[in-house]
């Protein structure tokens, strides 16, 4: 039966919660809130102590990064996942940040200052900041991250909200607050993980009508918080202005403090009589709507000087300055973001000391972690968001490469290469460097990830790739490469020809890296196979056994060695090992059976093969030949154990097959492989044209 208008729509109903949108949308009396309270004392969190609870309640783990222990907060990995947001491979910055948040909650110092997330373009800032705001988003819908507002009475049963949705509690009097939270704090249910406080004063517009509402009562503020005002449960959201505002940049023709602290409202000016009534003001700048939330400042730094005055305020104070009012009190986080050049300029302008003394600042550097690094771009370009493209495999991991390699410095370590040492970032074991050098080469490159390329530009050149062969069901290394290449020419951040030169070099280390990557790959597919197997064994015994080839009939893989048997049988005999055996021939030894150190191997040469005119730069960077052994285990590089010789000088060697093959746990396995073929002989091509 195909759906109908009205089975779809109902479909929609069954999905619908009607108890949690009750429980969200919650209302009472002021009385009503206080047992609420009781219950649950976190509903009076202040915005530092909401927005850290909020990160924990997604749980934390604790890693190990080179010897030292990270808290790993999943907030960042699993709930951004929800999002397509996640972050990677920035759990040190991470945890910078949210120990700032923990200081800030228990009062430390840090909730009085403005937190500038500082690094280079592209390096997630904004989207940490995204994130924290949709994370109080969904926690303020929870049971855990509930919390309330309050409305007044006005006429013909309307209410109306208090406009910066302050705390319930400041409309307690300052000076009935200490007894107040004394016999609260005593009536709590449970003990509060932060004590119960009330911070700051109502609003001009609250403040006013308070006044206003308690002469009716004659003073008696109890029976005016029950006849005159509403407590409501609030849901913080950026799109409706509730808790969560941004603030960015404009040209100061079209911006003023207005944008950030409310404006007059002319209309009501008429009705009311007077531009300092504060029922004709609007408070509505981005931070009063942000009060009991976070509010982002893009680009803080690009502000006029005229804003960022209001900012030292909000942050110091915790005070805002509408026009024609008092100080206002707010209750925001107040999160900045900005690129290093602006933060430079900052640092040089000594009449921005005071901002500079009020801002914690929190490096935001690009992903050092090839690892991590592919995660970034498999976010976006995988097989369920690339449809009708197969994406080959290596394509995303040779752009990851190139990007990690530019933000990396070169290593002083004279025998290490920057593709080594980002190897070893990439966790990877070289013989002769501890997790204590790494250690050492990650203290050493003081700015390693806050230069280089930025995810941003692989993520277009990917998607250029993309696009930019219709006729082509799939995209390969070669292609974005490309791209990453002519994209290079016009690339607006980069004005140094040494870096451009230095960018382009590492490419060729990437592109040679990779076919070193694909080559060993053929090598193990082969190997893999198991009829070109059973004819590798065959031929390796006729060779290495005197075998007549005439001799016929499989030749079972899963049987002992046959010299290895001979070795058994003899040494069951008691005899020497190395006696000779029966036809007068050695039994293979232990080195023959594993693979024999420093033995210099040559593999099947593949056509296009390291392009000729290298760079000598490049092979700085790269290393000299053979001399790359921060590698998977098991996989076999060219010249290994010969290093410095350049196997280019090589002559080929024909035709000759080794197969060594070793018994482990009762089931053959083949450990190593080593296939030697003339220069020209082609397995598996392709063009870097
Ligand atoms: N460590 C990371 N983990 C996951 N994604 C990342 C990471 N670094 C960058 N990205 C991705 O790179 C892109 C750019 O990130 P974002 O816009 O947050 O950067 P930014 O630091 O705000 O840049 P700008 O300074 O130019 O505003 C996004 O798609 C983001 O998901
Ligand atoms: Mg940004």
Request: glycine share 8%.
């Amino acid at each position: 039966m195909t759906a109908t208008g009205k089975t779809i729509l109902g479909a929609l109903r069954n999905q619908l919660d009607l108890g949690q949108y009750t429980k969200v949308h919650w209302e009472g009396t002021f009385e009503q809130y206080l047992d609420i309270i009781r219950e649950n004392p976190e509903v009076t969190r202040n915005a530092y102590q909401r927005l850290y609870d909020m990160i924990l309640s997604h749980g934390t783990e604790e890693i190990y990064e080179n010897k030292e222990k990270i808290t790993r907060f999943k907030f960042f990995a699993q709930f951004a996942a929800r999002y397509d947001d996640a972050i990677y491979g920035l759990d040190r910055t991470l945890m910078q940040l949210g120990n700032t948040f923990k200081s800030a909650a228990y009062g430390y110092g840090t909730e009085r200052r403005v937190l500038l997330l500082h690094g280079p373009v592209g390096s997630s800032k904004s989207t940490i900041a995204r994130l924290l705001k949709r994370g109080l988003e969904e926690y303020s819908r929870s049971d855990d991250g509930m919390v309330c507002s309050f409305s007044w009475k006005g006429e013909n049963d309307t209410w109306i909200k208090d406009p910066m949705h302050g705390d319930p509690l400041q409309l307690i009097p300052a000076d009935l607050r200490i007894e107040f939270i004394k016999q609260l704090s005593e009536a709590l249910a449970k003990p509060p993980k932060y004590p119960i406080q009330v911070k700051g004063e109502l609003c001009p517009f609250s403040r006013y009508i308070f006044n206003d509402r308690l002469q009716k009562y004659n003073g008696d503020v109890s029976a005016m918080l029950e006849g005159e005002v509403k407590v409501y449960r609030m849901v913080l959201s950026e799109q409706d202005r509730i808790g969560i505002g941004t603030f960015q940049p404009k040209d100061e023709k079209n911006q003023d403090s207005t944008e950030l602290t409310g404006d007059l409202n002319y209309r009501k000016i008429a009705e009311y009589g007077s531009d300092s009534d504060p029922r004709a003001f609007n408070f509505d700048g981005e931070l009063n709507i942000a009060n009991r939330g976070l509010v982002e400042f893009i680009e803080v730094l690009k502000l006029d000087v005229a804003f960022l005055y209001d900012l030292l305020g909000a942050s110091q104070e915790h005070k805002i300055k509408p026009k024609k009012f008092a100080q206002t009190d707010i209750d925001e986080v107040i999160l900045g973001h900005t690129n290093e050049p602006e933060y430079r300029r900052l640092q040089n302008n000594e009449f921005m000391e005071a901002l500079r003394d009020r801002t914690v600042k929190i490096d935001v550097p690009y992903v050092t972690r090839l690892s991590d690094e592919i995660k970034i771009y498999e976010k976006s370009f995988n097989p369920e968001k690339v449809l009708g493209k197969h994406i080959a495999p290596h394509t995303i991991e040779v752009a990851a490469m190139w990007a990690v390699l530019t933000r990396l410095e070169q290593p002083k370590h004279a025998s290490l290469t920057l593709l080594q040492k980002m190897k070893l970032y990439n966790g990877k074991t070289l013989p002769g460097f501890t997790e204590d050098n790494i250690v050492e080469l990650k203290r050493e490159g003081t700015n390693e990830g806050m230069h280089g390329i930025s995810p941003r530009y692989i993520q277009d050149k990917i998607s250029n790739a993309l696009v930019a062969h219709p006729e082509e069901d799939n995209i390969n290394p070669f292609m974005v490469l490309h791209e990453l290449e002519i994209g290079l020419r016009h690339h607006s951040l980069i004005t140094n020809q040494d870096q451009l030169q230095h960018f382009k070099e590492l490419l060729q280390v990437v592109k040679q890296e990779y076919e070193d990557v694909v080559k060993n790959e053929v090598q193990r597919a082969i190997a893999a196979d198991e009829d070109a197997l059973q004819r590798l064994w065959r031929q390796l015994h006729r060779q290495r056994q005197g075998v007549h080839p005439a001799r016929k009939g499989p030749q079972p893989l899963h049987r002992e060695l046959r010299g290895a048997r001979r070795t058994a049988h003899a040494q069951r005999r008691g005899e020497d090992r190395h006696s000779r055996g029966p036809q007068g021939r050695l039994p293979p030894r232990d080195h023959e059976l594993h693979r024999r150190p420093g033995h210099r191997r040559q593999e099947v040469r593949l056509p296009h093969q390291r392009a000729a005119d290298e760079g000598t730069r490049a092979q700085a960077v790269r290393g000299p030949e053979g001399h790359d052994q921060a590698d998977q285990p098991g996989v076999q590089r060219r010249g290994q154990g010969n290093s410095g010789k350049d196997r280019r000088g090589e002559r080929p060697i024909d035709q000759v097959l080794r197969l060594q093959r070793v018994e482990r746990h009762g089931r053959a396995q083949l450990r190593r492989q080593y296939l030697r073929s003339g220069a020209d002989e082609e397995v598996g091509a392709w063009s870097d044209g």
